[in-house]
């Protein structure tokens, strides 16, 4: 009896402890279940872009900095909302034409475009519709006055300003660009007056495959 009431009284004591372990596991696995969270994608779209946003020209949308590297090249930049964007990519059959447009003006220290020029945007755009295998870049200029930062980000939303222009007329994003150069690139070495202002400009670059003709428009 003794013997009997002994086991008895072990396996009252075993039985509440595996209950226990149990429960123990269980809720560590439920635990588990709940600290495992899905990684949030860090590939957000940014954009800067050298018009496109940062202080080296860029690319609009692609637009923000960015460079042009000749057929086949890519120029990189930001957005027209600011942000970053991947770059415009140029097929290699394609080649560069300048001059197709004449360039708009800015007043000192301004990246607002002109009533005046508001024409000769909605001409590139309509040449844009009209060709939609065509791209273009939009380049920033600035006269000599400034430091040269300051000059590559004021060159940068100058391009911005025509290509938000550009888009509003119906030209799609993805077939724009824009780079600023800042005070580098100027028309005249001139500090008149007029000199100073011719500098302060957004040229139009035009980019078509090789077996593309365009005719300059006619004034």
Known sequence: MRTSSMRLIMLLKIVPFIIFIGLISSGCKSSKGITELTKIPTG????????????????????????????GGNTGGTDIGGNPAEPLSIPENYREQRNVFASVHFDYDSA???????????????HLMQNPAHMLLVEGHCDERGTEEYNLSLGERRALSVAEELVKMGVTVSRLGTQSFGEKVPLSDS???????KNRRGEFVLFMPMDGVVEIPQE
Do not use: Y
């Open 112 to 126: 607002e475009l002109r009533p005046g020029d508001m024409d000769l945007i909605n001409q590139v755009a309509q």
């Open 191 to 197: 500090s008149s007056k007029e000199s100073l202002a």
């Open 44 to 71: 957000i779209n940014n954009s800067g872009g050298g018009n496109k946003g940062n202080t080296g020209g860029g690319n609009l949308n692609p637009l923000g900095p960015g460079n042009i590297g000749g057929n």
